[in-house]
């Protein structure tokens, strides 16, 4: 079976060989800095959640959660290194993290998606913050998600935190055009490397997946 953090551990080695890296940096980046695994129980049905803070050599964690039935902790580990990765190519004071909900989002209802949010944020309440791990949107999840981490999350620590999670509804201090920005940052990306690359301006691309990235490209 394919483990995604075997990949990026490869990935890693291989980068770190061509940058001639010593081999002490390349296993500390290759460990996470912490692994939380929760596990409870709705409606009879046990479920488990993820989230996983890689390194905060830079500042306080930073990445999404994702709610898909799929969800692993190889996949969680490999994407929170590649956010880690990130953040540090683009100069952006985080360090990675991700986290997940091996669950379907797509049959449960909104009332089922609230209470099961809110009963993964008191099990990992102490673990974020926004000096600490500040989650974000993923694939499954939106910007009422974090509405409900924001509430639930203010909730336990006894104050208003908005800045606990990012992407929330504009109404509850969230910016502007969020949706897009990410399809946006994609396009400015490609333009800068259409002229370093000298490439013709009738260049055409592929857009693999129409979600929130490929849709605003």
């Known amino acids: 079976m394919n483990n995604p953090f075997f990949n990026f551990k490869k990935e890693l080695v291989r980068a770190g060989g061509i940058l001639k890296l010593d081999k002490k940096i390349i296993k500390r980046l290759s ?26 050599a830079l500042g306080p964690y930073k990445g999404g959660l994702r709610y898909h039935p799929f969800v692993n902790l190889g ?13 540090s190519l683009a100069g952006i004071p985080y360090g990675g993290s991700k986290g997940g909900i091996a669950i379907d989002p797509k049959i449960l209802s909104p009332d089922d998606l609230e209470k099961i949010t809110r009963l993964f944020i008191k099990k990992i309440a102490k673990y974020i913050g926004p000096e600490v791990d500040i989650p974000a949107p993923d694939v499954g999840t939106d910007p009422q998600i974090m509405a409900w981490i924001y509430d639930e999350y203010s909730k336990i620590k006894g104050c208003n935190i ?39 301006k009738n260049q055409t691309i592929a857009i693999q997946g129409f979600g929130n990235v490929g849709a605003h490209m």
């Open 162 to 200: 908005p800045a606990v999670v990012t992407s929330k509804p504009v109404e509850l201090g969230g910016i502007k055009m969020r949706d897009e920005a990410t399809g946006l940052g994609g396009k400015f990306m490609l333009d800068n490397l259409n002229e370093k690359l000298g490439l013709a």
């Open 75 to 87: 996949e969680v580990k490999a994407l929170a290194g590649w956010m880690m990765l990130k953040c």
């Open 31 to 56: 460990t996470p800095e912490k692994v939380i695994t929760v596990n409870f129980n709705f409606k009879g049905r046990k479920i488990k959640g993820f989230r996983v803070q890689y390194n905060s």
